[in-house]
């Protein structure tokens, strides 16, 4: 057996000789260490007990919108923390999904077959869907300018105008 020869060039001898000098020298701990902001979390408690928030979303207004599912409520709360709470006009709806329509309103599911939709001034209104059983589960505002949501009963995705006419694709 024969040994070969190993040609190194001089630019990878000025790379690899700084570079094991440095890693010795984190290894030592004396290279200067970056700080990271560890990340701050702050709890907000509900006024309603054993509400069970669901969705949430950014509202037009400046302010987080959300689902109590338990709770029948929609929930506005402050980047402040100052919590207002909407009941929802149809008891055990259990709404789920919330977004910021193009309208400038927010829409949300509830599961009994229903999207609402509340002002940011909190007036609400329900529109039932074709099919009652069809429990409408997420909404998103489309690039089409409408609403479209799912309906985890009824193996379907429908579709809302912020005109409120319903429509299945």
């Given at each position: ?6 040609t ?8 690899v000789?700084?570079?094991i000098g ?5 290894v ?33 207004d ?17 980047p402040g ?11 055990g ?12 309103n927010?829409?949300f ?11 940011p001034g909190?007036?609400?209104t ?5 099919t009652?059983?069809s429990?409408?589960w997420?909404?998103?505002a ?10 985890q009963?009824?193996?379907?995705i429908g579709r ?5 006419a319903?429509?299945?694709?």
């Amino acid at each position: 057996m024969t040994a070969g020869t190993i040609t190194v060039s001089r630019s990878w001898v000025e790379g690899v000789i700084p570079a094991i000098g440095l890693m010795a020298a984190a290894v030592a701990g004396l290279m200067p260490t970056r700080t990271v902001a560890q990340p701050v979390i702050t709890e907000f408690p509900l006024p309603t007990a054993s509400s069970n928030p669901a969705g949430i979303t950014a509202g037009p207004d400046g302010n987080l919108w959300f689902t109590e599912f338990n709770g029948n409520r929609i929930g506005r709360i402050t980047p402040g923390g100052v919590i207002t709470e909407f009941p929802l006009p149809t008891a055990g709806s259990a709404p789920q999904g919330i977004t910021a329509g193009p309208d400038g309103n927010l829409w949300f599911t509830e599961l009994i077959g229903k999207i609402g939709r509340i002002t940011p001034g909190g007036v609400i209104t329900e529109f039932p869907l074709p099919t009652a059983s069809s429990q409408p589960w997420e909404i998103t505002a489309g690039p089409d300018g409408n609403l479209w949501f799912t309906e985890q009963g009824g193996n379907r995705i429908g579709r809302i105008t912020p005109g409120a006419a319903l429509r299945r694709p």
